[in-house]
């Protein structure tokens, strides 16, 4: 199931209008020419002298494009044009903001395409699955465009006419950092409620995905946002740590691994930044004997193969009730064989590349290599192996048997991590009453990797903080003033 697609004769997209210093070379392979670093409203190149690392095509293993790390004086500079820029836009009405907004959703229609293909060619993902994430970043940004007209404090009457009111306020400069499972949606979703509520933006890419971030920053330019508002910096490491510690950041959001989540956390804490976290997860998935089968085995691969299985929210651990487990076992093996596999651009593929030759191996070292024939599936699976108990990121789904609802609950909630769960049954009280009792911040009744923008997404323990998307997100990306007003004389006690 994770074989290469090297070999394989591949339909590559041709140069679209925001594509521009995108070209087709022999064999039909891609080369992106033009500096995917973006700030002050332009692209801008690196240093003269730094050392440039290469970024692949996952389907093909071919270099896509050479990546220019920033360095200390290149987010500086982006953080500079993000202060400017947040000057005048945090002086904006809501809905002049929305209005910015909106033009930026219908840009995004626009070229749904053209971004979904330029996702494929530097994610791996489906072509089907790339126009669902474009889908997914239009509709953010229309959503916290509505909402950008709501923010409002409140008037709280005191003894005497005197008065208090608050007063939502934006935070100044937001830096985000992104995933490389997500590009463009996870851009999408830090930069919208930012905006919205009035902050500017320098969003760092993961270095293996670095490309359709800076066609939203070209996006969010053409529809009229202040030069500087949303910024990409390119780089690793070294380039996240800078943007984490500059002085004129206020806060941080982030998406990746757990040990990477902590070192985040401990650098804004020197400057008591606030963080968003969304961190990894091990989620449960039970299924409980009096399910629909069918719609249990649906749900069981979306929890598992979304992406090539590389979604920090899949649920990976599958608990099926003792006494329907041989009937689901053959039927998601009989549908995992089925899977169609190949170039990840034609309509007909379901499962495409994972994102690199290293990632590739990490999911490869999880599986008994023993095999001929893999199959993303691993059943008879007990709580103490570790492809039970650690996070693998790939097409890897390991199923474990179950007699009771309260010996699943305990075996489910053991984890540091607490991201999603999902349950699967036709009892209703029992559905709400398991819910109840999964430690996770988001959870699923009878279907599972469901993600509407109107809801919140984030997870409890290890998982993170914070949350993204939903109303309450705007809490996250604003703070709040009160304002204390004396109608009368002071009283003094002295």
């Known amino acids: 199931m994770l074989r290469r697609l090297a070999s394989l004769p591949l339909r590559r997209p041709a140069a679209a209008p925001l594509a521009a210093g995108v070209r087709c070379i022999s064999s039909g392979s891609v080369e992106i020419t033009v500096p995917l670093n973006f700030w002050a409203g332009k692209r801008r190149t690196g240093p003269e002298k730094c050392s440039k690392d290469s970024v692949y095509e996952p389907a093909t293993g071919r270099v896509l494009c050479q990546l220019e790390p920033c360095g200390a004086v290149e987010v500086d500079q982006a953080v500079k044009a993000a202060k ?22 219908h840009i995004i229609e626009s070229n749904r395409e053209e971004i979904a293909e330029m996702e494929v060619v530097n994610n791996g993902k489906s072509i089907t699955e790339a126009r669902l994430d474009v889908d ?25 006419g005197s008065f208090a009111y608050t007063r939502r306020e934006p935070l100044g400069i937001c830096v985000g950092i992104g995933a490389w499972n997500y590009p463009f949606q996870i851009a999408a979703w830090k930069s919208a409620p930012a905006l919205a509520c009035g902050n500017s933006m320098v969003f760092k890419p993961s270095p293996v995905t670095p490309v359709t971030a800076v066609m939203l920053a070209e996006i969010y330019a053409k529809a009229g946002v202040p030069e500087g508002l949303f910024n990409v910096v390119q780089g690793g490491q070294e380039t996240g740590s800078l943007l984490c510690q500059h002085p004129d950041v206020a806060k941080v959001s982030f998406t990746g691994s757990v040990p990477t989540g902590q070192k985040i956390m401990e650098m804004a804490s020197k400057g008591v930044k606030p963080v968003t976290l969304e961190l990894g997860g091990k989620s449960p998935l039970l299924i409980f004997k009096d399910s629909d089968l069918e719609n249990a085995v649906r749900g069981a691969l979306m929890a598992n193969f979304l992406s090539q299985g590389q979604v920090c929210s899949n649920g990976t651990r599958v608990f099926v009730q003792k006494d329907i487990l041989p009937e689901f076992v053959k039927e998601v093996v009989k549908r995992t064989q089925a899977i169609e596999i190949g170039d990840p651009l034609l309509e007909s593929t379901r499962m495409g590349a994972l994102v690199s030759r290293p990632h590739l191996d990490k999911v490869l070292s999880f599986v008994d290599r023993a095999k001929k024939e893999f199959y993303p599936f691993i059943g008879n699976c007990t709580d103490d192996m570790i492809c039970v108990k650690e996070e693998i990121f790939g097409p890897v789904m390991s199923v474990l048997s179950f007699e009771t609802e309260d010996e699943v609950l305990q075996r489910a909630n053991d984890t540091s991590l607490g991201l ?75």
């Open 84 to 105: 400017l820029a947040f000057g005048c836009w945090s002086k904006m009405s809501g809905m002049e903001r929305a209005r910015v907004m909106i033009e930026a959703a």
């Open 136 to 160: 997914s970043a239009r509709l953010c940004i229309e959503y916290y465009a509505g909402l950008a007209s709501t923010l409002a404090g409140q008037h709280v009457q005191l003894p005497g």
């Open 420 to 494: 999603a769960a999902g349950v699967f049954t036709r009892d209703v009280r029992r559905a709400h009453r398991v819910v109840e009792h999964l430690k996770a911040g988001s959870c699923f009744i009878n279907n599972y990797n469901i993600t509407p923008v109107e809801v919140p997404f984030g997870g409890f323990k290890m998982s993170g903080i914070g949350r993204e998307n939903g109303q309450v997100t705007i809490e996250f990306y604003s703070q709040l003033k009160t304002v204390f007003v004396e109608m009368g004389d002071v009283d003094s006690l002295f």
